[in-house]
């Protein structure tokens, strides 16, 4: 059955207030911040992985204030804030740091539709960095600590008939080095910086929707490949296994293809005769309904999609291990993805800009995405489940063990609970970004670690990954402090060329990192006199002909050399640096803008090409 989804914004007065926002200063900015709507950013389903017919969206502009944490809810607030961009951002029409000692507050009104009355209302965050409490009209309805995932509450007992008043209490403490931040710094410095500007806030899409008492609140796919089978767990609220069950429908090129139905709480197997596969050249997607049904009736129904596909390693007859996709060798190749914006920082302005950066880089002939020390909203990974690209999903990191933190030197008995607090911080939120996307088909490795920045307990942390997600392959410390655990063995090299150094005869050997070629372009920089680079080249001709040179040597070790004890080894995967310029760097594929591709695009998608598909038979 086709699902219309309706759209309700909250009109009133919006569109006068609409009018007086404007990006905030001077700095550079994308292309698309002028298709930005003030009165409706993001206006896009927020969650493809399961979609409802009817939601409101509650982006827009709210009041705001900054206050100390002492400070009760404000009664006058600063201004307004265009939520989600982040507050840090020109986009939010605010552009102000938050510091440490201060909290912020977001305020607005909505009402429910009339359609609505009798249903339960869910209140949906994407995410909020970093730890929110939420109140509909005075009262508490929800908690969430974590800066990358979403939440929900049931509000339907705190509304009243009328206008209610949505109010969200921030916390963000950027500097602590206790929470997970990536690559946001509070000061993150200027040339030869790596970090990059502070994200606070809420930083993605605001919604509500209509449910019956007994809802699904989630749907786990899980493919089997090797059993032509998919299995779909559900969860519902309230449900019961002896009068509830679940029904799944699934559907390729617009014609059911298979069914399956079990109750609450039990797994539904779906067999597919001749799946059709999912690879970066065939992205191929089954569409899903999902119906609960209490007591014979249907009180819920949720769309959703799968698709079929395996991740895995095998060794070759000379020894050498590969990854696979469907049992098939396949090298994986594609670009250091950093996931920011000059104008949204960790949002991107609209959708169209969010699924730019995905189609060029498919574009370019590669045929995945290391994302790195970011989690992006869960239409990122929807684009890249129907074009085609596999994605290496980072774990933003605590901090660098420089800095303050290295787990190596812990005196558990005098650091006062630190090392303690970094641990189930981790924990907790690594197990929610594993729980959110598990069902998201284009991620195909979990990283937990980089470079050994606030690396810990690896083997534990490796074990922990693979309890939570058994079916995808796991790198361990990408170019980081090297254990015999995780699927593979990955290494960085910024030399020109770079070389296959070390060598693993018990699992497959990746490039994490290389490249870092830069260009400087006049006019798209972040700030014109503060650039970062491994190296500069004074045109598009000369910084191609060196990514090209470099991607020979990775495309040689590719296909196989022999080390200097005659040992057969090989580069299973390689991750060049990076898709566009952030802030002072300036190592880019495109400007930070994205108004400039810096190299001859020909030339590099047809090296590119011959790379992703060198292990081709």
């Not at 949204?344 to 995405?369: R, V």
């Not at 490039?511 to 970062?532: F, M, P, Q």
């Not at 580069?571 to 060049?576: C, G, M, P």
Request: net charge negative; proline share 6%; aromatic share 12%.
């Amino acid at each position: 059955m086709k699902r219309i989804l309706i759209l309700i914004f909250m009109t009133a007065s919006i569109g006068v207030q609409a009018q007086s926002w404007r990006p905030a200063g001077d700095r550079l900015k994308s292309a698309w911040v002028e298709k930005v709507n003030p009165a409706a950013p993001l206006p896009e389903y927020p969650r493809p992985i399961m979609t409802r017919g009817e939601w409101q969206n509650l982006n827009g502009l709210w009041n705001y204030a900054l206050a100390s944490e002492e400070d009760l809810c404000p009664t006058e607030y600063d201004g307004q804030i265009l939520v989600p961009y982040p507050l840090e951002s020109s986009l939010s029409g605010v552009q102000r740091k938050m510091r440490r000692d201060q909290v912020l507050w977001y305020e607005r009104t909505f009402s429910i539709p009339e359609s609505w009355q009798g249903r339960d209302i869910l209140l949906h965050f994407g995410a909020v960095d970093h730890e929110a409490i939420v109140y509909v009209n005075g009262r508490r309805v929800a908690s969430h600590v974590g800066g990358y995932t979403a939440f929900s509450a049931n509000i339907t007992s705190a509304l009243r008939d009328g206008d209610n008043r949505l109010t969200v209490r921030v916390v963000d403490k950027t500097e602590d080095r206790l929470q997970p931040v990536g690559k946001q710094r509070l000061y993150p410095g200027g040339n030869g910086s790596i970090w990059y500007t502070s994200v606070s806030g809420i930083w993605q899409t605001v919604w509500m929707e209509p449910v019956a008492k007994k809802h699904i609140t989630d749907i786990r796919t899980t493919p089997d490949l090797d059993g032509s089978r998919f299995a779909i767990d559900v969860k519902a609220v309230d449900a019961v296994p002896s009068t509830d069950k679940v029904e799944v429908t699934m559907s390729y090129g617009g014609k059911v293809v298979a069914q399956g139905s079990a109750p609450v709480g039990q797994t539904v197997f779906v067999p597919v005769k001749k799946p059709q596969l999912w690879t970066p050249d065939t992205p191929n997607l089954y569409q899903m309904s999902v119906r609960l049904f209490c007591n014979g009736k249907q009180v819920d129904e949720a769309g959703s999609y799968a698709a079929m596909r395996k991740i895995s390693v095998a060794q070759q007859a000379d020894g050498i291990w590969r990854l696979q996709l469907n049992n098939k060798n396949l090298f994986h190749f594609g670009p250091l993805d950093q996931g920011y914006w000059p104008d949204g920082l960790y949002t991107a302005p609209t959708d169209e800009a969010l699924k730019f950066d995905i189609q060029k880089t498919k574009d370019w002939g590669f045929n995945m995405i290391r994302k790195h020390m970011k989690v992006e909203p869960a239409r990122w990974y929807y684009y890249c489940d129907v074009i085609g690209l596999m994605v290496w999903q980072d774990m933003p990191s605590i901090c660098r063990s420089d800095q303050g933190w290295d787990s190596r030197n812990w005196n558990h008995q005098k650091d006062g609970g630190h090392a303690a607090a970094v641990e189930a911080n981790y924990f907790h939120e690594w197990s929610e970004i594993i729980s959110e996307f598990y069902s998201y088909p284009s991620i195909v490795v979990w990283t937990p670690f980089n470079e050994a920045w606030g690396q810990f307990k690896t083997p534990e942390v490796i074990e922990f990954t693979r309890q939570q997600d058994p079916t995808r392959l796991i790198n361990p410390a990408s170019g980081g402090n090297h254990y015999q655990c995780g699927d593979f063995l990955d290494l960085h090299d910024y030399a020109r060329p770079p070389v296959l150094y070390l060598n693993d005869t018990t699992r497959p050997v990746v490039l994490g990192e290389y490249g870092g070629l830069g260009r400087h372009i006049v006019g798209h920089r972040w700030v014109e006199s503060d650039a970062t680079t491994y190296v500069n080249y004074k045109d598009a001709s000369e910084l191609t002909d060196s990514y090209v040179e470099q991607g020979e040597a990775v495309l040689k070790m590719a296909k196989g050399i022999q080390m200097k004890d005659g040992t057969p080894a090989a580069f299973s995967a390689a991750v060049y640096t990076q898709t566009t310029d952030v802030e002072t760097e300036v190592n880019g594929l495109m400007t930070y803008d994205r108004k400039v591709m810096k190299m001859d695009e020909a030339r590099i998608r047809a090296i590119n090409s011959a790379i992703s598909h060198s292990l081709d038979k």
